[in-house]
């Protein structure tokens, strides 16, 4: 549990893991709106999200008297939604990719990934591609993030949370949220721009110089 | 400031929340270097992107299908243990 916080929904979650079905309702009344949200920006059709979301409470039924409340109920209810999002679009991606290229094994900003393919996005790119391409190339570029910046990138840049917000939901600090969003920033911008980028007006990123 | 770090900068300069001093010189190179220039904008572009479309309401009638679901589930789950 992030430090000097108290669960705001712990008395619900001690009636429910005692069977009372009334308070696991209240659980998923205050949530289902906000996970049915992130899950819909993430699997981007809405059977899909129903479906994410029923499975993600039900797994927490099945999961319930094991959850020790060393997360908030929320975050942990957000994690199983988010695996059980990226597990549906893995299931529904038809041009699957089996490799994950950038190294990303820190949370400090030593290694930080240079940008590899830098260019100006095609002209409308959005207008021109088909809107259903572009959401699985979104669905699928966020897919191959590793979990521990995905779920980053969707707090901060997907539900608009806080830096401030986002670690103590997830039990960090800032700086390794920072450090998290701008790896997954990085990456995402790397695929994107790799699909979407003008080839023929590509440039060098010269890391040593300081143009003044 | 070279690119190295204006890297580290970025996040808080796309996202405004960047000391007004560290702000000037991360302009400056901008000012001098397309390259990065490119990369804040792809960096907008995607999450632009990401957020674009329009919110999608959760269906009312999911709300019901939802709660018969859960209900059947808990009661296997539940009535099955106190038992």
């Given at each position: ?212 | ?18 000391d007004p001093a560290v702000c000037e ?59």
């Amino acid at each position: 549990m992030e430090p000097s916080t108290v669960d705001p929904d712990h008395e619900l979650v001690v009636r429910a893991k005692s069977g009372d079905f009334s308070a696991f309702e209240q659980l998923v009344a205050l949530y289902e709106r906000r996970l049915f949200a992130t899950v819909f920006r993430i699997v981007r059709n809405r059977e899909d999200a129903e479906e994410v979301v029923q499975d993600t409470f039900v797994s927490a039924i099945e999961h319930l008297a094991s959850f020790r409340e060393e997360a908030r109920f929320y975050t942990w209810l957000m994690r199983i939604g988010l695996n059980a999002a990226f597990k549906r679009l893995k299931q529904n991606d038809r041009n699957p990719r089996t490799v994950s290229t950038v190294a990303d094994s820190g949370d400090s900003y030593a290694d930080i990934p240079h940008p590899q393919f830098i260019a100006p996005w095609r002209d409308g790119p959005v207008a021109s591609a088909e809107r259903k391409e572009l959401d699985e190339l979104l669905g699928r570029a966020l897919g191959e993030l590793d979990e521990k910046y995905r779920i980053v990138f969707v707090l901060r840049d997907l539900e608009e949370r806080s830096t401030a917000e986002t670690a103590a939901l997830l039990g960090m600090t800032e700086t390794n949220v920072k450090v998290r969003l701008l790896r997954a920033r990085l990456q995402l911008r790397e695929r994107m721009t790799r699909a979407l980028g003008d080839e023929s007006r590509q440039l060098v990123q010269h890391h040593e110089h300081s143009p003044e | 400031m070279k690119c190295e770090e204006l890297l580290k900068a970025l996040n808080d300069y796309v996202d405004g929340h960047v000391d007004p001093a560290v702000c000037e010189e991360f302009e400056s190179h901008l000012a001098g270097c397309n390259p990065c220039q490119v990369v804040v904008d792809n960096i907008r572009n995607t999450i632009e992107l990401y957020r674009s479309g329009v919110p999608y309401e959760m269906p009312p009638e999911f709300h019901d299908r939802l709660r018969q679901r859960l209900k059947s589930k808990w009661t296997k789950v539940f009535g099955a243990r106190k038992e």
